[in-house]
């Protein structure tokens, strides 16, 4: 392995790919090189897996399902397993408080704490073994037959994990996935492979039997074949719309399942009664979270009334207070972006927003005193119409967009024209006019004065911004079909 950076690479095989419940040597030498967000110096490079690698692991899949002990074990027996591996997991996490940072330039405060949750995840999919009901009696109609309404596992899964969280949208896939039991081949994004390395470790710690977990990382191409492999029975995919589109035409063809976590342009609808200080505390932090790089992000707030110009001051004032520097330091507020051409995008959509007459009011640029990494300041636009790609396009960086809404009614209008539907959030003072305002907000999530997911509930969008859901049970149904058994006398169990 060649690397250029001092930093510790908590990896034990960078150079071969886990397949069938071995670290194999991939077909080719080919590599990639993971680029430390905060430096611009190679950090890692990890096997670049070829169309005859993603074969092998698609055939070991499809192997442990169809002849292997994983989908005949009890849903407790399998549940024993995700509890190992949770504990497994937390013994990594500073591990993943490394490489997280390096690769996305997210916080490691905030690395460690995802982390715990990712656990707990595990955990909470093992509970549900003694709680879902997989199999129950069913009153059928058909001549007096005992009825059994059973839930089977689909088959096997293909994980397609993105750059921006990793662990987190790996762990809400494959856990219900293997609750259900089904068999997975977890195909890592090129420029965060970390995570999904650290968790084929811990599969193989816990011993998983052979096939039933396999991880490769490899682009675009060699993607799309797992998504075109007829073995194949569901992909499970967090990405961008555009690529959401193209995954769901090819599976259309052949009627694969699918659950798609899309891209959004989620709304904050700041009404005439809302804490203008709390309010612009809660979206200046959250647009720092992550350097803006989150799906959900409330990129576009839309204030009704007279609360405009009191509401653009305040965000300005507190984007100016935001600390940008190294995610280790424990000082820092916001760290870099993941990668040179994520930058890049950034500052192009903020370069078109001046041009087509939206007002810049902070940030914009690279940090003057960070000469290297992939840094950009927290931006604030004001004065920005709400048909403007400023407003509809998601930029996936820490870019914020204040539009003016005459009332209620227009600020609930603005926040429901777009494409995307992933989440949003109502700020008021009064309880029952945020639950009415958040029901006519067409969008997965809405949170109240805030900016919340419950993961338990289960995430996912309206429109283009997703089908099905994560988390929760609405997250575990996915990996389920449902089967019909209609006996002529009950079974003895």
């Not at 069938?20 to 040597?25: E, F, N, P, Q």
């Not at 089977?152 to 750059?163: C, K, L, S, T």
């Not at 195909?187 to 998983?208: R, W």
């Not at 998504?227 to 052949?254: M, Q, Y």
Request: hydrophobic letters at 45%; charged letters at 20%.
């Amino acid at each position: 392995m060649t690397t250029l950076n001092t930093a510790a690479v908590p990896l034990q095989h960078p150079d071969r790919l886990f397949i069938d419940g071995k670290w194999v040597a991939p077909s080719s030498t080919a590599t990639i090189d993971v680029i430390d967000s905060g430096t611009e110096e190679l950090y890692f490079q990890v096997a670049e897996a070829q169309a005859a690698d993603m074969d092998h692991a698609v055939s070991a899949a499809r192997a442990a399902f169809d002849e292997g002990p994983w989908p005949r074990l009890t849903h407790e027996e399998r549940a024993g397993y995700l509890r190992a591996m949770a504990g497994q997991l937390r013994a990594r996490i500073p591990d993943i408080a490394e490489v997280w940072p390096r690769q996305a330039g997210v916080l490691q405060g905030l690395a460690f704490n995802m982390s715990e949750g990712d656990a707990h995840t595990l955990e909470y999919y093992a509970g549900l073994a003694a709680t879902y009901p997989f199999e129950e009696r069913y009153e059928s109609a058909a001549n007096g037959a005992f009825g059994l309404r059973v839930s089977e596992p689909v088959g096997v899964v293909g994980a397609i994990i993105p750059w921006n969280s990793p662990l987190a949208l790996l762990v809400v896939k494959v856990a219900p996935a293997l609750l259900a039991g089904c068999t997975v081949v977890v195909k890592a994004s090129p420029e965060a492979p970390g995570e999904a390395y650290v968790f084929a470790e811990i599969a193989e710690a816990v011993g998983l039997p052979p096939g039933v977990i396999n991880v490769v990382t490899a682009d675009r191409d060699v993607s799309e074949l797992l998504v075109r492999d007829p073995r194949v029975d569901k992909i499970a995919f967090t990405g961008s719309t555009a690529a959401g589109r193209r995954i769901a035409s090819i599976l259309g063809e052949r009627i694969g399942r699918y659950t798609l976590e899309l891209g959004g342009k989620s709304a904050a609808v700041v009404l005439d009664d809302a804490d203008i200080a709390q309010t612009a505390a809660v979206l200046a932090g959250q647009q720092c979270l992550a350097s803006g790089q989150v799906c959900a992000s409330l990129t576009r707030v839309i204030v009704s009334g007279d609360r405009y110009d009191e509401l653009v001051d305040a965000l300005a004032a507190n984007f100016a207070g935001v600390r940008v520097g190294s995610p280790f330091d424990p000082e820092t507020q916001m760290g870099p972006l993941a990668m040179s051409r994520q930058r890049d995008r950034v500052e192009g959509f903020i370069d078109r927003g001046v041009a087509a007459g939206a007002r810049l009011i902070t940030g914009g640029k690279r940090p003057a005193h960070l000469t290297r990494g992939y840094y950009i300041e927290p931006t604030l636009f004001a004065d920005v119409d709400n048909s403007s790609e400023l407003a509809q396009q998601e930029i996936f960086g820490p870019v914020l967009s204040v539009i003016r809404a005459a009332d209620d009614r227009e600020a609930v209008r603005f926040a429901n024209d777009t494409i995307y539907g992933l989440a949003g959030a109502v700020f008021t003072a009064d309880t029952n006019r945020a639950r009415t305002v958040a029901g006519q907000i067409r969008a997965g999530t809405i949170s109240h004065n805030s900016f919340n997911f419950d993961v338990q509930i289960g995430v996912g969008g309206f429109k283009q911004s997703g089908v099905g859901r994560e988390g929760g049970l609405a997250g575990l149904l996915p990996y389920l079909e449902t089967k019909a058994v209609l006996l002529a006398d009950a079974p003895d169990a």
